[in-house]
């Protein structure tokens, strides 16, 4: 079976890096930070009230399929997705959004191509794109090879942050379903799965969430616990929102053709751990059940309670509808 | 002779595109930017007051040398810089920092030394970092190779914003000096000078002006009418700040020897629409000259009077110091 590690990206060493990081970043002198660097987006307090939540992302290897094909054109909706559903994990609205794009030649096609996605991404996501910076760099990147990277602000009031510290056990989770694969896992899913076959089903953009995302945390508040943008690391991203509870969840959305493709190649904990399994965004509720999986479906997504919390502290038991089985998967961080 | 559009870089179509991306980004139903794409910083409305700056940049093919030298240790201060030194000339207060960091495969020893390069020229900057996103992407990066984006956010007051509009004739052009090429030009420059001989010069630290600067607008504002950070386009990004005015620059500040060099294999106009030349930043000012060079001063900088302000519309004239035979030299956008 094959592993993330073996597709050449390795997770333990990146987030140990991380962790060196927030350590040698932290320092005095300067504000504090009502989110520091490591969760989902930072919140950089400007007035007493108001804080600025800012985020930087790429799509991952997501660029290689669509430059292998010559698609571009939904590459800048993943490109917002990745940053702009991580604003609204923190309860900040987005705002404003930049582009960093270099490139071996600049190609007006492409490059024209490479806007119109993430113009169509801001649309989704309410934003506007307020700037940008496009680099040739002939030496760095090899011919019609390009990455991109984005940088996304928002807004939020100081008693409207999600912090997690209102995550209790007994809580709500419910999923929300992905496209597909979204922008993460993809440098293993190139590796097992055959590209003639399952190339475009890679690409397909990823949903943004913010437009019911921040209709629930204008309207239904008082509900909202913690929402989680199910990235890298899989569905243990739940984990992440608090250290106190565990995670149950025994009704999964419907897995996508995809994940059962890749569940050949991939053990199940280690296809939990990676992919998002057809479950794009969770929100952990406190009541208004219903009104959350409402708001979400007007917008279009399938959405419906997959589980529950309780107090295996950060463990995640998943009843898996991926076979006939039934099988019972454990993760934790 | 040789030029930056023979060196791969097409600074014209680079242009063509961010005008493109302007008219394509700007849509109904948004809050108006109080600065818009295309400037040094968009600066977003966040209260009736408070305005927040964002901007984005690379340190484009000076990261080659780095990783030819293997010499990581200073490249996150050019990433800073080009970010930090954006964010002050629409007045603002630089503020929080994100990186975007792209390699083929994580290596401890290079992304330690790059956090430390960043962490220092966040210290030089005043700013807080604050987050970042770290990507391995084995197929998309040669050995060793990786790319770098900033992110930076800085906050204004709107009655503080550098607008430009106060810029006219006859007022001080000050100039304030370089390291030498900072992270603009050099695929230009790798291209035509001896690397044995200029990599370590190639390789200095772009200069943070974030101190000064800030002081300058904090403490003598009424003074202050533009401030220029020169990068890529070279000298016309004094132009920039306003299509009033031309300026006259009839003695300029000492020449690096690293420009010297290239003035063997560059045409002088090209020259001066390319590199710094030895002038990092520019401030225009009317009056209070002499404390503004004392505050660059005071935090290291050299700086000086070079010029002033003229009638002749988007027009730099130069009185250049590069040989005995003090030429001039004419550029214009």
Redesign the interface.
Known sequence: MDTYAKA???IA??EA??E??KK??S?PG??T?WK???GY??V?P??DQ?G?A?????V??K??IACELGKLETIGIDLVAMCANDLVCVGAKP??F???Y?TS??N?EH??AL??GI?EGCDQADM?????????????Y?NN?F?I?G?A?G?VAKNELLTGAEINAGQAVIGIASSGIHSNGL?LARKVLPLDVFALELLKPTHIYVKPAVKILTELKAHVKGIANITGGGWRNILRLSAKVGIEINDPLPVPEVFLALAKHVEMAELYKTFNMGMGMVVIADGGVDEIVQTFASYGFTARQVGVTNNREEKISIHSNLSSKRERVEISN
Request: without cysteine.
């Open positions: 050449g990206v390795n060493r990146s890096f991380v060196r990081l040698t970043a320092r300067h504000a930070l520091g660097a490591g987006a930072a950089v400007v007035t108001l600025i800012l985020t930087t992302d790429g991952g290897t660029l290689l705002s404003a930049l582009d960093y270099a030649k600049l007006d490059a024209d806007i119109r113009l506007m794109l307020v700037g940008g910076e496009t680099a040739e760099m002939p030496d760095l090899s090879h990455d990277a940088f602000m807004t440098s």
